[in-house]
């Protein structure tokens, strides 16, 4: 799938006209892990909403493997088959009595048969953890608040989606719960193929994951590059409010105090290796 943005801005006018974005150029590919940082009211969540046909832009155009989602005639119930979108506390929208129910409501609209339906509804619920024999039946609102966001996010990958966007999917869960969530992404990223748009402000997690990683600041795109290009930019990321992962932090701040380390790595084993390598040759013979 390939995702076009071009000359794309979006006004919101609540009263108060505001410029959300302005002028994005933007092509996302198949199999990509997208990184998508910036401070509150960057226009973070206003990109990923155009991209899922939730709002139009004001301006440009949005294609989505050649088809034009501005024009009116767009399918968007197709659109949000292929790129799904999981919201910031996503447990917040769950409406039905049984787990089942909750799941299965989007394949439901994609008017599948009943027994595809069930098929999916398992598949995901296994995806994210949950057993689904265990699970079906019981209310979603009886759940603890990390098992609530995981029948959330199961709701969404019942769709099959291409493309799954995430904002701010780790926020409110403890270690284990963000833990169990970057694993899910790896492996939907790695054994299932899926593109994935990470949007978030846990720079460790960006760093991580993403291979790319786009920066945006009051409604447009200052960086889009590799992970280690972007957070090399030190003075520059801080300069826009953000933070940088917590072991390039580090390594950038030996650095400035004379130990000449690699400031590109984001595992703390590599980064263990490197500043033990560097005080190895720096000891006298």
């Known amino acids: 799938m390939l995702i076009e943005l071009k000359n794309v801005s979006h006004i919101y006018d609540d009263g108060q006209v505001t410029e959300a ?33 939730l709002i139009k832009p ?10 034009n989602i501005t024009e009116g005639k767009t399918s968007l119930l197709g659109i949000r088959r292929k790129i799904g ?28 048969e009943e027994e595809e339906v069930e098929i999916r509804v398992r598949e995901a619920l296994e995806l994210v953890g949950l057993d689904y024999e265990e699970f079906k039946d019981r209310s979603p609102f009886n759940l603890s608040g990390g098992q609530q966001r995981k029948v959330a996010i199961a709701g969404v990958l019942a769709m099959k989606p291409e493309v799954l966007i995430l904002d701010e999917p780790s926020a409110g869960l403890d270690p284990q719960g963000r833990q169990q969530l970057i694993n899910l992404l790896e492996y939907l990223y790695e054994e299932k193929g899926m593109t994935i748009i990470l949007v978030s ?12 990683v786009i920066v945006m600041s009051e409604g447009e795109i200052i960086f889009d590059d590799r992970p280690e290009k972007v957070f090399s930019e030190v003075e520059r990321i801080r300069q826009l409010g953000l933070d940088l992962p917590e072991i390039t932090e580090i390594l950038w701040r030996l650095n400035k105090k004379g130990l000449q380390v690699r ?15 560097e005080l190895r040759g720096a000891e006298p013979c």
């Open 21 to 53: 974005l302005r002028n994005i150029n933007l092509t996302i590919r198949e199999r990509e892990f997208i990184g998508l940082v910036g401070h509150t009211g960057s226009g973070k969540s206003t990109l990923v909403q155009l991209l899922n046909g």
């Open 263 to 277: 400031t590109d790595l984001f595992s703390l084993t590599e980064a263990v290796e490197e500043i033990s390598k």
């Open 201 to 212: 402000h846990r720079m460790e997690e960006i760093a991580r994951l993403s291979n790319r």
């Open 58 to 67: 004001s301006t440009g155009t949005i294609t989505i493997d050649g088809l």
């Open 85 to 112: 979108l999981v919201f910031q506390y996503p447990e917040h929208q769950l409406f039905e009595e049984t787990i089942y129910g909750d799941v299965a409501f989007g394949p439901r609209n994609l008017q599948l």
